[in-house]
């Protein structure tokens, strides 16, 4: 896969990020050699690795849920937001 400046344009849009011309060459390259490095991964022979296991003895563990109900506290998460209105987040338009 090739990165080129349209892939670099569409990750600042989406990531809400200015690049500045003068990075986008050396950004570039190295998003290209994490992509080949994935790539070369695809050609690793897994056949003889058995599947994913856990280290947890017995599986998950479990707890009992229980809904808690803080009164101030979306207001004190919404103080730390960059923007918010009317208890919600403003966030920017990632589709058009």
């Known amino acids: 896969m090739v990165i080129d400046d ?3 344009d ?3 849009k989406l990531s809400s990020l200015q690049i500045d011309e003068n990075e986008k060459e050396s950004l570039k390259a190295e998003l290209g050699d994490i992509v080949n490095f994935v790539e070369v991964l695809n050609d690793v022979d897994v056949s003889h690795v058995d599947a994913t296991f856990t280290t947890i003895a017995g599986g998950t563990p479990y707890r009992e849920d229980i809904p808690a109900q803080k009164e101030n506290f979306s207001k004190e998460i919404l ?6 209105e009317d ?3 403003i966030v920017p338009k990632i589709i058009e």
């Open 10 to 12: 569409k990750i600042a």
């Open 87 to 89: 208890g919600y987040f």
């Open 79 to 84: 103080a730390n937001a960059p923007k918010s």
């Open 6 to 8: 349209k892939i670099i």
